[in-house]
């Protein structure tokens, strides 16, 4: 088979892959960039597999002009800077020694024992730069069928790196065929290891739960992982049975499906922005405030998160008209200002007349005038 069209002339890679193939060095694509190419969906992150040295790889492609950053050199890996775009070129690699976390390797010259050690079938696929695929294991006919499927014994995979348990997940909620259903014996094998998610660090399992809650609908991936135990490891007191109907709402955001599920996010080792949008799209999802209000005061991304997530947890419609109230407190404008209440007021009297008034004006609908609020 051979990807159609002119698939990598965009990302600025003929020239790394001639400088390659000069010096006598196999360049192969290997992973998400052929997987998304032969699904049509976007291609980001390019990675190539050479059975050349990081030394090798780095002389041949600084002799072709190109940047060379020797990002994981130890483990055979080079970042070349082809055209502005980011290529990460790796050593043919097996493995030695695993421990559930890391992986020790040893360089190899086989395609065959690069693609064994890598997690799914439809990630073992790798393409010459004239689009031509090269399937080593067979993994083919599991992404045309959008089948996600560890690569050999599941349980195997997965004590090599608990992570994958929730990369298998994740990539179901991307690319799998909800109609098929997990995998039965991918499915059965998290289970049966999911305790060992508490071996990963919480920035691990944090940054793959976002990627996992950023797919248009993560629902069925999610109530696979309640139901098998695995959510409860990696998110524990998390609860998910709103996340479908939020889903069905239009509720896109990440963060607002993390808040809406719950659980302690407190420990995912997430951003100060994004822990602190969470934190608050869940404290205000139990209050009273209105679309408008809640505009107002925290902008329209959290109203929409907290109007939604109150519907889908609650189980009812949202209000009426919510959408024109969001605008029309994002467009409302205090009319009062610390100056007008000063020099009678100072300090805290000052500020406790102003939080005060700007209650009495969102209470009134921001209906009341500035003359209103100093009468």
């Given at each position: 088979?051979?990807?159609?069209?002119?698939?990598?002339?965009?990302?600025?890679?003929?020239?790394?892959?001639?400088?390659?193939?000069e010096?006598?060095?196999?360049?192969?694509?290997?992973?998400?960039?052929?997987?998304?190419?032969?699904?049509?969906?976007?291609?980001n992150?390019?990675?190539?597999?050479?059975?050349?040295?990081?030394?090798?790889?780095?002389?041949?492609?600084?002799?072709?002009?190109?940047?060379?950053?020797?990002?994981?050199?130890?483990?055979?890996?080079?970042?070349?800077?082809?055209?502005?775009?980011?290529?990460?070129?790796?050593?043919l690699?097996?493995?030695?020694?695993?421990?559930g976390?890391?992986?020790?390797?040893?360089?190899?010259?086989?395609?065959?024992?690069?693609?064994?050690?890598?997690?799914?079938?439809?990630?073992?696929?790798?393409?010459?730069?004239?689009?031509?695929?090269?399937?080593?294991?067979?993994?083919?006919?599991?992404l045309?069928?959008?089948?996600?499927?560890?690569?050999?014994?599941?349980?195997?995979?997965?004590?090599?790196?608990?992570l994958?348990i929730?990369?298998?997940?994740?990539?179901?909620?991307?690319?799998?065929?909800?109609?098929?259903?997990?995998?039965?014996?991918?499915?059965?094998?998290?289970?049966?290891?999911?305790?060992?998610?508490?071996?990963?660090?919480?920035?691990?399992?944090?940054?793959?739960?976002?990627?996992?809650?950023?797919?248009?609908?993560?629902?069925?991936?999610?109530?696979?992982?309640?139901?098998?135990?695995?959510?409860?490891?990696?998110?524990?007191?998390?609860?998910a049975?709103?996340?479908?109907?939020?889903?069905?709402?239009?509720?896109?955001?990440?963060?607002?499906?993390?808040?809406?599920i719950?659980?302690?996010?407190?420990?995912?080792?997430?951003?100060?922005?994004?822990?602190?949008?969470?934190?608050?799209?869940?404290?205000?999802?139990?209050?009273?405030?209105?679309?408008?209000?809640?505009?107002?005061?925290?902008?329209?991304?959290?109203?929409?998160?907290?109007?939604?997530?109150?519907?889908a947890?609650?189980?009812?419609?949202?209000?009426?008209?919510?959408?024109?109230?969001?605008?029309?407190?994002?467009?409302?404008?205090?009319?009062?200002?610390?100056?007008?209440?000063?020099?009678?007021?100072?300090?805290?009297?000052?500020?406790?007349?102003?939080?005060?008034?700007?209650?009495?004006?969102?209470?009134?609908?921001?209906?009341?005038?500035?003359?209103?609020?100093?009468?």
């Open positions: 088979m051979k990807i159609g069209g002119a698939w990598l002339d965009h990302l600025g890679t003929q020239g790394l892959c001639k400088a390659l193939a010096g006598g060095a196999m360049a192969l694509f290997v992973g998400g960039c052929v997987r998304n190419a032969l699904m049509g969906v976007e291609v992150d390019i990675d190539i597999a050479t059975d050349a040295r990081p030394e090798t790889v780095t002389n041949l492609a600084e002799r072709a002009g190109f940047k060379v950053v020797p990002t994981g050199f130890d483990h055979g890996t080079v970042t070349v800077i082809a055209k502005g775009v980011a290529h990460e070129v790796t050593t690699r097996r493995d030695v020694e695993t421990d976390r890391h992986a020790v390797v040893a360089f190899s010259t086989s395609v065959n024992e690069d693609a064994a050690r890598r997690d799914f079938t439809m990630n073992a696929l790798y393409a010459q730069a004239d689009g031509t695929v090269v399937d080593p294991l067979g993994g083919l006919p599991d045309l069928a959008r089948r996600v499927r560890f690569v050999g014994n599941a349980e195997q995979r997965i004590t090599e790196d608990y994958r929730l990369r298998f997940f994740r990539f179901f909620a991307w690319y799998g065929d909800p109609a098929q259903g997990l995998d039965a014996e991918g499915l059965a094998a998290c289970a049966a290891h999911s305790a060992g998610l508490e071996t990963l660090s919480r920035e691990r399992v944090g940054a793959e739960l976002k990627k996992l809650f950023s797919a248009t609908d993560p629902s069925m991936a999610v109530a696979s992982m309640a139901q098998t135990g695995v959510l409860a490891a990696a998110l524990p007191g998390a609860d049975r709103a996340l479908p109907i939020l889903v069905h709402l239009g509720g896109r955001d990440w963060l607002a499906r993390l808040a809406v719950g659980g302690d996010f407190d420990s995912l080792r997430l951003s100060c922005a994004d822990l602190a949008q969470v934190r608050l799209i869940r404290a205000e999802l139990a209050t009273m405030r209105g679309a408008a209000e809640l505009a107002y005061r925290f902008g329209a991304a959290v109203a929409e998160a907290v109007i939604l997530g109150r519907s947890m609650l189980e009812t419609d949202p209000p009426p008209n919510w959408r024109t109230e969001v605008q029309r407190g994002i467009d409302a404008v205090f009319p009062v200002a610390a100056a007008d209440l000063m020099p009678r007021l100072q300090g805290k009297a000052l500020g406790d007349a102003l939080r005060d008034a700007e209650q009495r004006w969102i209470d009134s609908g921001f209906a009341l005038t500035k003359a209103d609020l100093l009468g």
